[in-house]
């Protein structure tokens, strides 16, 4: 049977050349990655895997001197050093945003996943895809859960075989684009399962910071345009939504299993 290191990666404050963010904020994204995004990794029904949180150079004091928890690995220089160590015969990589949070079985289906890709492919030679395309998204600050589908989606599962995650241009190649339109493979990437990645709006939003934007309060109003009322020629680029939940017992619901305990909600 083929060995396969599964790795959960995030990136918390990766050096990009359009985002530049001091200290604090630095500390107000641990809090949060911790509160939600790593407490949905702890809480995961499959665990053999390992959490790799990438970190940039600019604020590596605030990020080095952090007492994290003993499963999360920090990288730095995307981690050559980790990667360099892995020796099995598949490395299957999962993407989570740092301020998002996985449904309780999202890593056992992954792992479901890869494992039959392995068995399918013996000798694979390339890198397969696999994504979460449709999820949900909870906005803590206008109290809704609503569905969230986007055309390109950063919460993709990249299976790469020994002979390309050995070689280590060839996989930062690959493996260290934008997603979307930077060729990541999510656009392409075969479904794994719905509803398994819960996407957090809470005001401080790497989307709405680049941009210098506040996150908006809806009125009641708005929240009901948000609701599809007509067919759409193209679904994808209207980002409108089939329901808006706003029941709290049904939100508690929802949000369970991605760990987020009711007193939150």
Known sequence: MAEITHVVESYLDWDRPTLIVDAAWVKRRIEIFEKYTLRSLLGQAFKEFRIFLQCGSRNRAVTEAHAWHPQVETCYEGGAKLYGAIDTDFLAITRIDSDDAFHRHAMAMVQETAARTARRSGKLKRVKYYAFKKNICWDILNHFVIPHIRPSTPFVTRIYPRIIYKNPPLFNN?????????GLGDRQAVEIAQNMVCVIKHGLNTSEFKHGRQHKILTDEEKAQLIITKTHSDEWTTWKVK????????????LEPFGIPAEEV
């Open 174 to 182: 690959l493996h260290f684009r934008a997603h979307g339109g930077g």
């Open 243 to 254: 329901w808006i939940l706003t029941d709290k017992a049904k939100m508690i619901k929802i």
